[in-house]
């Protein structure tokens, strides 16, 4: 692709190039500056930094002492961050490492018991009895769920969708736990109003296979060995260079 050249400022050439990577930095605020108006706008922002850089070297700025401190310590924090990702660019790690981990750790792949359910809610116990007649007498639970639930739920005739243990009320979870699949409660009481649960899928806990975590094992392990590489580096530089605590 062409790296078009969009001006020129005292002999310096502003590309394409640089107005992407100053749209970049912008992060969200870069859709303010779509199209041919905000374009412009980049583009004499680029054009002013360069004016003012050839004011500093006309100046000679980078001879005050202020600026020098300030390259300093730019460049001693560059130099830091940049022996870091060094010393963790040299990790490696092998599959059978990241199984060996896995095996280790399988409890913290597993996955949880989850169930998944579809519910009508309404205001009173005698209302909710109401409808567990209408059903029992033929009426399908998901059109009973369209017109009588004061959920949004009931769009989709109730459903909830898959959930596990602590993301609903602890009235409903205990009774959605206890429940057969297919099976259908009597009210449930809770903050919201009375339930009528239907549980339509158990999923028992299990542990996960390696295939299904690899990334979250990669990520585990290397984390580990990041870890472990960066305290050994630790010990290694204080005994080679003094360090002196002075609290």
Same mark, same amino acid.
């Given at each position: &692709?062409?790296?078009?050249?969009?001006?020129?400022?005292?002999? $310096? =050439?502003?590309?394409?190039?640089?107005?992407?990577?100053?749209?970049?930095?912008?992060?969200?605020? @870069?859709?303010?500056?779509?199209?041919?108006?905000?374009?412009?706008?980049?583009?004499?922002?680029?054009?002013?930094?360069? %004016?003012?850089?050839?004011? @500093?070297?006309?100046?000679?700025?980078?001879?005050?002492?202020?600026?020098?401190?300030?390259?300093?310590?730019?460049?001693?924090?560059?130099?830091?961050?940049?022996? %870091? $990702?060094? &010393?963790?660019?040299?990790?490696?790690?092998?599959?059978?490492?990241?199984?060996?981990?896995?095996?280790?750790?399988?409890?913290?792949?597993?996955? +949880?018991?989850?169930?998944?359910?579809?519910?009508?809610?309404?205001?009173?116990?005698?209302?909710?009895?109401?409808?567990? =007649?209408?059903?029992?007498?033929?009426?399908?639970?998901?059109?009973? @769920?369209?017109?009588?639930?004061?959920?949004?739920?009931?769009?989709?005739?109730?459903?909830?969708?898959?959930?596990?243990?602590?993301?609903?009320?602890?009235?409903?979870?205990?009774?959605?736990?206890?429940?057969?699949?297919? =099976?259908?409660?009597?009210?449930?009481?809770?903050?919201?109003?009375?339930?009528?649960?239907?549980?339509?899928?158990?999923?028992? @806990?299990?542990?996960?296979?390696?295939?299904?975590?690899?990334?979250?094992?990669?990520?585990?392990?290397?984390?580990?060995?990041?870890?472990?590489?960066?305290? +050994?580096?630790?010990?290694?530089?204080?005994?080679?260079?003094?360090?002196?605590? &002075? =609290?």
């Amino acid at each position: &692709m062409e790296n078009k050249v969009l001006a020129v400022v005292d002999g $310096r =050439e502003i590309k394409e190039s640089d107005m992407n990577a100053l749209m970049n930095n912008l992060g969200q605020n @870069a859709s303010y500056f779509r199209g041919p108006e905000g374009r412009k706008k980049l583009v004499d922002e680029l054009v002013m930094h360069e %004016l003012m850089y050839s004011e @500093a070297v006309e100046k000679n700025l980078e001879q005050d002492q202020e600026f020098i401190d300030v390259l300093n310590n730019m460049k001693k924090s560059l130099l830091q961050q940049y022996s %870091l $990702r060094k &010393m963790f660019n040299g990790i490696t790690v092998s599959d059978q490492e990241l199984r060996d981990y896995y095996e280790q750790h399988k409890e913290i792949y597993k996955t +949880e018991e989850m169930v998944k359910a579809s519910h009508i809610l309404v205001d009173s116990e005698e209302k909710a009895n109401e409808i567990l =007649e209408d059903i029992t007498d033929g009426m399908k639970f998901e059109e009973a @769920a369209a017109n009588y639930s004061s959920c949004p739920s009931k769009q989709n005739g109730g459903e909830l969708g898959q959930f596990g243990r602590g993301q609903m009320v602890k009235e409903f979870e205990d009774a959605a736990f206890s429940m057969q699949v297919g =099976e259908i409660s009597s009210p449930v009481k809770t903050q919201f109003g009375y339930h009528i649960i239907k549980l339509t899928d158990h999923i028992p @806990a299990r542990n996960s296979e390696f295939e299904e975590v690899y990334q979250e094992v990669k990520d585990g392990f290397f984390a580990e060995k990041q870890e472990k590489v960066y305290l +050994e580096k630790k010990a290694e530089l204080t005994g080679k260079y003094e360090v002196y605590y &002075m =609290e």
